[in-house]
C-alpha cells in the first residue's frame, strides 16, 4: 500500500512551467527535491537569466559555484543551491575551513548539504578494501550477476555524485525511495531521463548475463576516480 500513497507537491506549479523545462532534466530532478524539502542542497547546472527567477519562485537560494570542492565530475555544475539557511550555513562551513583541511573533511561537508545518509558520506570518505573497489560496487555487481542483472528500483535514481556506502545500505534505499516518489510525481521526464542514466551505468560486464552493449559504467568511472583520489592521499 506504502506504494500508492499520492505525494503532495509544494510546488507543482512550478514544475509545470514552460520556464522548469530550460532546465536541463537530471538538474531539475535534483532541484524539485530541494524545493520539495526532501534533500538539503544540490549542485546543478542552469543559465544566468530564467534559472534564478526559477529558485527564486521555490523559495530557494542559489550561489555560484566557487566551490571548497567541486563534487560533480559529470556535467558542469554552476550553481549551490538550497533554502537560504542551509546555503548560509554551509558556504560559512566552507570558507572558515582551513587551508589544509583533508579531503575527508571536506567529502563529509559536501555530503551532508546533498542530503547524502552519515553512513555513505563515511564510506566514500573513508572507504573499505575489498579487493580494488569501492563496496558498493564490488556488492552490486554481485547482486546483480545473481538476480539475472535485476537491482533494486531506487539505484535507478541516484544522483549523479551518489554513490552509496552498500548496494544493500539501508539509508541509502530508504532516502532513494522518498526521492524516487517525489520525482517520479513532479517531473516524470525528469524521472525518465535519470533512471535512464543510472540504467546505462548499471551494465555490468559479466559472459553469464545477456546485456545490451557495455557503456562506460558511470558509477564504476565516479567510484574509481574517488577511490584513485583517496589511494594517493
Ligand atoms: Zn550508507
Redesign the pocket.
Known sequence: MENLKVETLKYQSVYESPEWQTIHPIDRAQLLLVAEGVKRGTIIGGDRYIFPHIIANLGLNAKLNTDINNPKAVYKAVYVVARPDILRAYLTAGNDLPENTSMAVKHSIIGQFLGY?D??IQ?YSHPTVIGREPRFIQELEVHMAQNNGKYPAEFDFLPPSFT???AT?C??LATLNIWMRKIQAADPEAAQQLAQFNKVDFQINDPNIRFEPLVQPRILKIARKIWRTLSLK
Open positions: 545518509p553512513c555513505c564510506e552509496p556506502c552498500s545500505c539509508n541509502a
